[in-house]
């Protein structure tokens, strides 16, 4: 036993009862009594020694009283074991002082103290203290006997992860022995190392390849599992990848679970949520890693991901890595699942489209599910303009569906009920009748951009017994052959049958047409048939048509059809000559698959160039409107102040024309009133006599003349003012439909209110229906006056009447009255003013609508352009944001080709 172990066990003082049977407390005093005798006597270690003999007769109070005062090497040891006596008296407090008194070098001391420092601290719950403990001892000697186990299992108890975690790490690669290892897995594997960076395991993780492979394999794969749905995942990624490529790794070791890891890995970093810049760094060393350790299973995946990223993205992979790959892929297994790989692809991408709101077109669609399906082969006719295509058609499907030539492709398919829908990119819309189906597959098509299929169900015989769909194409013709869809089908097609020309098989046209096709889809099956109404006679007349046609298809056939000989049995010898080697269409559908796929891909990124032009073509477009529409805002109002102008100049013409008629009138009717005044006259009263019958004759003056004459003025202004707003809506109208050709829809409806013409015309009939006005005094001038009180005074006296008589008669006809007749019509006319003033406010009224439609044009074209601006501004600043998902999925998509290719070779 050590001297550290004898102090650990309290066994020190066996040294001094080696091979004496008697008791300790006996042999030690004696020897206590012998070393007093000495000169210079050291009790010190014996004292010692009593003590643990007392300790373990827990007589603890004669240890501690034994233990005081050691000052020697023992010391140290001696109060760790006055506190350990403490301990058992139950005085922790006191305990725990003096083993934090304790100051010493010896690393076992320390550690010892420091274990029953933990021990008080574990029982007083003081975990933070007791957690510092364990955490100094471990890291002051991790060798100690059983510090890390005690260690791990405090740990462990209290549930702190991050120190169990970094004790395995640590103790793993210091021991190198693989139970760490293992705990540490089993740490990753219950989550309890979330929230560490990706490089914290770096050592473990290198420590341990060069252990155990088979545990570095189950470790990597759960530390990839943690981070996968984690912030984290692409450092992980990085950072594992980086570590990973230094370590000497092969196949050979069989890496089964990594090598899925990078599988599907690598599926989701290249799933279109991630831009090519963030994975440009990743992927290349990825795909490295990934073929450096691929196993049988995955290997096709490995190696085809690998030649398909550095097609896209050339130099990135080292062509050593290229080359490794070529190699694999030659050697792989068949590719089993390429059809359903390829149509979930396909899907992707259109869930995809459908998140970023473009639409991937019908018509690809239509063609993928086609394609889709196994039980028809689709023969695509195709032919030159007077070949008899469209009557070749009808006599199969015993039906005159095709009236002559097209403009769409039209698919004939067998189907219980009949169905025809007509199909373009932008929508699908049911075709109910023959006309209409006429009308859609007609000639009269404007252009070859809106292209569209119109598929036919029908119940056939021919199609249903042969499996066959027969899609017809367009004529071609030296104005269309450029722009034919023909050539979009050729890819479709499982067979094309060419219908050469009747009278001239093999024209010049037709021969640059095959070469079309040949470049365009240069494995296709191309046959020829030739359709002539009468039975064909000569026999060499075929072979050297087919001879001819030899040249450019040399495994090509020829079927001579004869519209006249249409029974069932003619019918039947073609079908057959249409299925007749036809090879596997499975692979085939394939590649035709892939070959759609990329035309919708290429598609929704054209898709995105087209939609940066709209919204850039939209921005010109509307500003321009809003500059005509600003415009057309000016002329309006200009021709409101026009409006304004003219009917109120000509409302103030009537007025003042009737204000004259009236100030010539009344001072001659006020005159003429002098023919009431006699000789015999009563002067006294005459005056007040006279002023009654000139305002009676005023107001006859005015309700039987003026009334009317103005009421028939307001007609005819208001009939004036008609025409004029007539005018207006005309040029609104006019202006309405020009901006209405320039926005394709009928937006702008400038309606004026002509119901201010009812308004005017009721106001005519109230104001001239008739007017009283107050009395007025036309006796009030100093003239007036006198003969007012002459008369009265004089009228006393007989003999004065002629006197007055002639006064009188000769002041009311020679008065000035024109005060008078001002104040009579000032008085008139104060019934109009408040119809006066309200003109320009009605005229105003009337052109508010059209204002109003304008400024909401504006309005809108104003909200169009800076929604066009921003999405125009998101497209701009971030394109890769669209065309990076795009572009990695053309990467997944030539993977798949890839493993197609090696499933052919392999096969």
């Not at 120190?163 to 139970?179: N, P």
């Not at 690998?306 to 790959?325: C, G, K, L, N, Y």
């Not at 439609?853 to 169009?864: D, I, M, P, R, W």
Request: hydrophobic share 40%; charged share 30%; net charge negative.
């Amino acid at each position: 036993m050590t001297m550290d172990e004898q102090l650990i066990k309290k066994a020190y003082f066996e040294k001094y009862i080696e091979g004496s049977e008697e008791h300790p407390v006996l042999i030690l005093g004696e020897l206590s009594l012998e070393e007093g005798r000495k000169e210079i006597p050291d009790l010190s270690y014996l004292r010692f020694a009593q003590g643990e003999v007392y300790f373990h007769h827990k007589d603890y109070e004669t240890a501690i009283f034994k233990w005081e005062n050691i000052q020697n090497e023992l010391e140290g040891w001696a109060k760790k074991n006055m506190a350990d006596a403490y301990l058992e008296l139950g005085l922790p407090g006191t305990a725990e002082g003096i083993y934090l008194s304790i100051d010493t070098e010896s690393i076992t001391l320390k550690i010892e103290t420091g274990l029953q420092l933990l021990s008080i601290y574990m029982e007083q719950g003081k975990l933070e203290r007791a957690t510092e403990i364990v955490s100094a001892a471990v890291a002051l000697k991790p060798d100690y006997p059983e510090i890390t186990e005690i260690a791990r299992s405090f740990y462990e108890e209290n549930k702190n992860w991050e120190r169990a975690v970094k004790l395995a790490m640590e103790e793993g690669i210091r021991t190198r022995e693989t139970q760490w290892f293992d705990r540490l897995n089993t740490y990753v594997d219950a989550g309890y190392t979330d929230g560490n960076l990706p490089d914290y395991f770096n050592e473990a993780l290198k420590a341990l390849f060069d252990i155990d492979r088979k545990r570095f394999e189950k470790l990597a794969v759960s530390l990839w599992s943690q981070y996968r749905n984690q912030p984290e995942f692409i450092a992980w990624v990085k950072n594992f990848n980086t570590l990973f490529f230094d370590l000497d790794a092969s196949r050979s070791e069989g890496w089964r679970d990594l090598s899925a890891v990078y599988q599907e890995a690598y599926f989701e970093l290249i799933n279109g949520t991630r831009l090519v810049r963030e994975l440009s760094p990743l992927i290349p060393v990825h795909l490295t890693n990934w073929l450096k350790i691929t196993n049988p299973a995955s290997s096709l995946f490995a190696s085809s991901s690998v030649m398909a990223w550095s097609e896209m993205f050339p130099s990135s992979i080292p062509s050593e890595t290229v080359r490794d790959a070529e190699d694999l892929i030659l050697n792989a297994r068949k590719y089993p699942s390429a059809k359903e790989d390829t149509l979930e692809l396909f899907e992707m991408l259109l869930v995809w489209s459908d998140k970023n709101g473009i639409e991937a077109g019908n018509r690809i669609q239509w063609l993928m599910e086609e394609l889709a399906t196994d039980d028809t082969q689709h023969i695509v006719l195709a032919g030159v303009s007077g070949s008899g295509k469209a009557g070749l058609v009808n006599q199969l499907l015993d039906e005159e569906l095709l009236a002559g030539q097209t403009s769409a492709v039209v698919a004939f398919k067998p189907g219980d009920e009949p169905q025809i829908r007509e199909i373009s990119d932008e929508e699908i819309s049911l075709i109910a009748n023959y006309e209409e189906f006429q009308e859609a597959a007609g000639i009269r098509r404007q252009n070859y951009k809106r292209e569209k299929i119109i598929d036919v169900r029908i119940p056939n015989e021919f199609l249903e017994t042969n499996g066959l769909t027969l899609v017809d194409t367009p004529d071609i013709s030296p104005d269309n052959m450029n722009v034919n869809p023909l050539y979009q089908y050729v890819n479709f097609a499982d067979r094309m049958l060419f219908v050469l020309n009747q009278e001239n098989p093999l024209t010049e046209l037709e021969q640059e047409v095959l070469m079309e096709i040949s470049r365009l889809a240069p494995d296709l099956q191309v046959h020829f048939l030739v359709c002539r109404h009468q039975p064909f006679q000569d026999e060499q007349e075929a072979v050297d048509i087919l001879s001819r046609i030899q040249v450019f298809y040399p495994n090509a056939r020829l079927f001579m059809f004869s519209e006249s000989y249409a029974g069932e049995a003619q019918k039947r010898e073609l079908a057959k000559f249409l299925r007749e080697g036809i090879g596997n269409p499975g692979e085939e559908r394939i590649l035709k698959l892939q070959h759609y796929t990329r035309i919708a891909i290429h598609y929704l990124l054209d898709k995105r160039i087209e939609m940066e032009n709209d919204l850039v073509e939209s921005v010109r477009w509307n500003e321009e409107m809003v500059s005509k529409l600003k415009g057309a805002i000016h002329q309006v109002q200009d021709l409101e102040e026009e409006k304004k102008k003219y009917i109120k100049e000509d409302y103030l013409k009537i007025k003042e024309e009737i204000r004259a008629e009236m100030l010539k009138e009344i001072p001659n009717i006020l005159r003429r009133t002098s023919d009431i005044i006699k000789e015999d006259s009563d002067f006294g009263n005459l005056h007040a006599k006279l002023n009654d019958e000139m305002n009676d004759r005023v107001q006859e003056y005015l309700d039987t003349k003026i009334l009317r004459s103005y009421y028939s003025s307001l007609q005819d202004w208001i009939s004036l003012s008609k025409d004029e707003f007539e005018q207006a809506q005309f040029k609104l109208d006019e202006m309405s439909q020009g901006f209405n050709a320039m926005f394709g829809e009928e937006r702008i409806v400038q309606q004026c209110d002509f119901k201010v013409l009812d308004d005017w015309k009721r106001d005519a009939d109230r104001m001239t229906s008739g007017i009283q006005l107050e009395k007025i005094n036309f006796l009030r001038s100093p003239a007036q006056f006198l003969l007012k009180s002459a008369g009265m005074l004089l009228s006393v006296l007989p003999q004065n009447n002629a006197m007055l008589y002639n006064k009188y008669k000769s002041y009311v006809e020679n008065e000035d009255y024109s005060e008078s007749a001002r104040s009579i019509a000032k008085r008139f006319f104060k019934q109009f003013e408040m119809f006066e003033k309200s003109i320009e406010r009605d005229i105003g009224l009337f052109f508010r609508q059209p204002l109003h439609v304008l400024e909401e044009a504006v309005k809108e074209s104003g909200h169009e352009i800076e929604t066009s601006q921003k999405a125009l501004e998101k497209m701009r600043v971030k394109p890769e944001v669209y065309r990076d998902p795009l572009n990695l999925f053309e990467v997944r998509l030539r993977q798949y080709e890839w493993m197609t290719a090696a499933g052919k070779q392999g096969g």
